[in-house]
């Protein structure tokens, strides 16, 4: 309806004005209104110009019709090109290549934190070839597989999602397998007092951490940046119960 009163007004106004004015208008179309440059064109056309004039106006509309379509064209494929270029954006904090960094970044820190605290017992043993027994493969493999797998899976490594996920997955089991043994121990009121409540809460946490890196390094997105399959995913799985039962069973 405001467009159907704008035009009207400008048919109206635009009767009364010179050819020239119009003329006019047409040249610097750029600076009004399309309502008005196309009035003025229409009006132009009921009215008897010389040929010259006549094919000047119409070069001019062209020109001014050719920017139009232009514009329009543009307008309708940049809300697609601003959607390409944000998707990325939105995406970027969640992409697989930031995970595995944060991942790895996580995992490494998790470990010497712990070092700094004082749990350097497995390093002390390393260096003492007295601790070098067939047993030992049990304490000494998973303290050197998480910060190795860590670095190579930073690096974006096969072999270092391999060892960083059978090493995550071991200690989510391991963990898991004694604290349900020290869970029935606090829930015997015999030895209850042997664990305090806050060992199993730090329990809790660090089986947690375990199973949230395992979640996270398995999703497609993930072994899909580290060319690993699901048979690679499930083998790595079998590894790591096959090791925690080894363990279990005392076999070595």
């Given at each position: 309806?405001?467009?159907?009163?704008?035009?009207?007004?400008?048919?109206y106004?635009?009767?009364?004005?010179?050819?020239?004015e119009?003329?006019?208008?047409?040249?610097?179309?750029?600076?009004?209104?399309?309502?008005a440059?196309?009035?003025?064109?229409?009006?132009?056309?009921?009215?008897?110009?010389?040929?010259?004039?006549?094919?000047?106006?119409?070069?001019?509309?062209?020109?001014?019709?050719?920017r139009?379509?232009?514009?329009?064209?543009q307008?309708?494929?940049?809300?697609?090109?601003?959607?390409?270029?944000?998707?990325?954006?939105?995406q970027?904090?969640?992409?697989?290549?930031?995970?595995?960094?944060?991942?790895?970044?996580?995992?490494?820190?998790?470990?010497?934190?712990?070092?700094?605290?004082?749990?350097?017992?497995?390093?002390?043993?390393?260096?003492?070839?007295?601790?070098?027994?067939?047993?030992?493969?049990?304490?000494?493999?998973?303290?050197?597989?998480?910060?190795?797998?860590?670095?190579?899976?930073?690096?974006?490594?096969?072999?270092?999602?391999?060892m960083?996920?059978?090493?995550?997955?071991?200690?989510?089991?391991?963990?898991?397998?004694?604290?349900?043994?020290?869970?029935?121990?606090?829930?015997?009121?015999?030895?209850?007092?042997i664990?305090?409540?806050?060992?199993?809460?730090r329990?809790?946490?660090?089986?947690?951490?375990?199973?949230?890196?395992?979640?996270?390094?398995?999703l497609?997105g993930?072994?899909?940046?580290?060319?690993?399959?699901?048979?690679?995913?499930?083998?790595?799985?079998?590894?790591?119960?096959?090791?925690?039962?080894?363990?279990?069973?005392?076999?070595?």
């Open positions: 309806m405001n467009q159907l009163i704008d035009a009207n007004s400008f048919e106004k635009y009767e009364r004005l010179e050819s020239s119009l003329i006019a208008i047409i040249r610097n179309s750029r600076n009004f209104q399309p309502l440059v196309e009035t003025a064109y229409i009006e132009l056309q009921r009215r008897d110009l010389p040929p010259e004039q006549f094919k000047e106006v119409n070069d001019e509309f062209n020109l001014y019709l050719k139009k379509v232009t514009k329009q064209t307008e309708l494929n940049s809300p697609k090109a601003e959607q390409a270029k944000k998707a990325p954006v939105n970027q904090f969640f992409s697989a290549k930031r995970v595995i960094g944060i991942v790895s970044l996580t995992v490494l820190a998790v470990y010497f934190i712990t070092l700094a605290q004082g749990d350097t017992a497995v390093l002390r043993m390393i260096t003492e070839s007295s601790s070098y027994r067939p047993s030992f493969l049990f304490i000494v493999v998973p303290y050197l597989m998480l910060p190795l797998g860590a670095i190579g899976f930073g690096l974006r490594k096969k072999l270092g999602w391999i960083l996920s059978w090493a995550v997955m071991y200690n989510a089991l391991k963990q898991a397998y004694f604290f349900k043994k020290d869970l029935d121990i606090k829930l015997n009121d015999r030895y209850a007092d664990i305090s409540t806050d060992e199993v809460i329990n809790i946490i660090v089986i947690s951490f375990f199973v949230l890196i395992s979640v996270i390094v398995c497609p993930i072994r899909a940046k580290m060319k690993t399959g699901i048979l690679t995913m499930v083998l790595t799985m079998v590894a790591a119960v096959g090791f925690l039962a080894l363990q279990v069973m005392k076999v070595i």
